[in-house]
């Protein structure tokens, strides 16, 4: 199986907010740009900094319960080695979100402190939110304001429309719909959006995702594969044996695991979409464990 995913889309409604995105700029202090734990670099859109300019921003890594722990603390550093300020973030069971709060107020101090000598007291600090599909937006802001009725769903790009959300009494947040941009240059990227859920499995080949999705887990996290699908080291090591083609080898471990999990059709075969189904599901919600699919250089 070869890598030929090549995504070149943006839909017309993306091009639409990219645009309200760009107008509402004028009316915000902080830009919160939030990114999946998981695949910090594949997450951040690349035509961001030239959108929001010299505007401070802040970067939220969140779903990091998902994300291994040792990438996790090797990327905040990176982060920081960039002169950014980033922050570890859970939305689901609000790890991080008290430091999230403090960093909007320290990086608005220096501007807070100018205003109170110029006797603007009480201008609340704006912030706006911002981050491709499916990273959390709307959990990340139901928890930071302690509220349930930002219209969180499974299914990417949910929240459709402008709000403003109180989060404390300085505090105002403007969330946005999710963007995406027009044309991924290398196809990892996708890979990596397809892997977390971002990019929909209805547009790439489901069995494709999760075939890559198990090359790198064998690459990277064995253990992980072994203990959630009931595989010994032996076994793995006897299936690559079989064959010298690497792509037949991670196909063996597909069915194997296909057949550790029932999923078996007539005369023996192995259902693939079950499986393929399987896998993404159980990386998406952790079962598999703690997995970084992009380590900090």
């Given at each position: 199986m070869e890598n030929s995913t090549n995504i070149n889309w943006y839909p017309g409604h993306m091009a639409k907010t990219k645009k309200q995105i760009i107008a509402d700029l004028k009316l915000i202090?902080?830009?919160?740009?939030?990114?999946?734990?998981?695949?910090?670099?594949?997450?951040?859109?690349?035509n961001l900094k030239e959108m929001i300019g010299n505007k401070k921003k802040i970067i939220i890594l969140n779903k990091c319960d998902l994300a291994d722990e040792h990438e996790n603390e090797k990327w905040i550093k990176y982060f920081e080695?960039?002169?950014?300020?980033?922050?570890?973030?859970?939305?689901?069971?609000?790890?991080?979100i008290p430091d999230v709060i403090r960093k909007i107020e320290k990086v608005?101090?220096?501007?807070?402190?100018?205003?109170f000598v110029k006797g603007r007291i009480g201008k609340s600090i704006?912030?706006?939110?911002?981050?491709?599909?499916n990273v959390g937006k709307s959990s990340f802001i139901n928890r930071?304001?302690?509220?349930?009725?930002?219209?969180?769903?499974?299914?990417?790009?949910?929240?459709?429309?402008?709000?403003?959300?109180?989060?404390?009494?300085?505090?105002?947040?403007?969330?946005?719909?999710?963007?995406?941009w027009p044309k991924f240059e290398n196809e990892q990227v996708a890979l990596n959006l397809a892997y977390i859920g971002t990019i929909k499995d209805d547009i790439l080949e489901r069995t494709e995702i999760a075939f890559y999705l198990l090359k790198f887990l064998l690459e990277n996290y064995k253990d992980n594969l072994y203990k959630r699908y009931q595989l010994s080291k032996e076994q793995v090591e006897e299936i690559m044996s079989k064959s010298e083609n690497p792509n037949e080898q991670i196909m063996e471990v597909f069915y194997e695991i296909g057949r550790k999990r029932g999923a078996i059709i007539s005369r023996?075969?192995?259902?693939?979409?079950?499986?393929?189904?399987?896998?993404?599901?159980d990386f998406r919600t952790g079962k598999i464990g703690r997995i970084s699919l992009e380590k900090a250089k």
């Open positions: 202090d902080v830009v919160i740009e939030l990114l999946d734990a998981r695949i910090p670099i594949a997450s951040q859109n690349p080695e960039q002169q950014e300020v980033a922050v570890l973030t859970d939305a689901n069971s609000g790890t991080g608005m101090q220096e501007d807070r402190e100018k205003n704006r912030v706006m939110i911002v981050g491709i599909p930071i304001s302690k509220r349930t009725s930002a219209g969180v769903g499974n299914k990417p790009g949910v929240t459709k429309q402008k709000q403003w959300v109180r989060v404390s009494n300085n505090i105002e947040l403007l969330d946005t719909p999710g963007v995406l023996g075969n192995i259902d693939e979409e079950k499986v393929a189904r399987l896998l993404l599901d």
